[in-house]
Structure formats: C-alpha cells, structure tokens
C-alpha cells in the first residue's frame, strides 16, 4: 500500500465519518482540519475510532495528540508508524 494510498482512504473515512460537506479529493494532505475543516475535538475521537476500525490498529491514550491529528498526513504517519 502505497503512502498516497493511506491518505485517500484516510480522507475517504474522515468525509464520511464527520459528515462533512466535502468530496474526499477536497482535502488537502496538509489542510488544518480543525481551521480548514472546522473540526472539533469530539469529531478527531471520531476518526481515532475509524482508524482502529478501518486499519486495525489501536492508539493508546498517550499516543493521542491533537497536533498529530490535525492534518492527512500527520495521521497517515500515525497510521504507518503503528503498522510498522
């Protein structure tokens, strides 16, 4: 799987997910989803939960930060670093 590949499918689960008034290509690999996207707290709980759905992988609660949730590709690397 490629590192485009991860950031697809994680746009994909988050426009889904939250709901949002976007087409998955929307966002940007670098969009500040809090700014840009005006996600709140709640909703980056919501795509913790899509990831452990959607890749299988299990973040504990001192893996969470909001800094390394705030764009595509911060939680693409969180994504791999936990696949690794």
């Known amino acids: 799987m490629s590192?485009?590949?991860i950031e697809d499918q994680l746009k994909a689960m988050i426009v889904e997910r939250l709901m949002l008034n976007a087409k998955a290509e929307d966002i940007g690999d670098e969009d500040d989803l809090i700014k840009q996207w005006n996600v709140e707290s709640v909703q980056l709980m919501e795509i913790v939960i899509g990831l452990e759905e959607v890749f299988g992988i299990q973040l504990g609660d001192d893996e969470f930060s909001i800094k390394?949730?705030?764009t595509v590709k911060n939680i693409?690397?969180?994504v791999r670093a936990k696949r690794a």
């Open 3 to 5: 590192a485009d590949r």
């Open 68 to 70: 390394k949730f705030r």
């Open 76 to 78: 693409g690397d969180v």
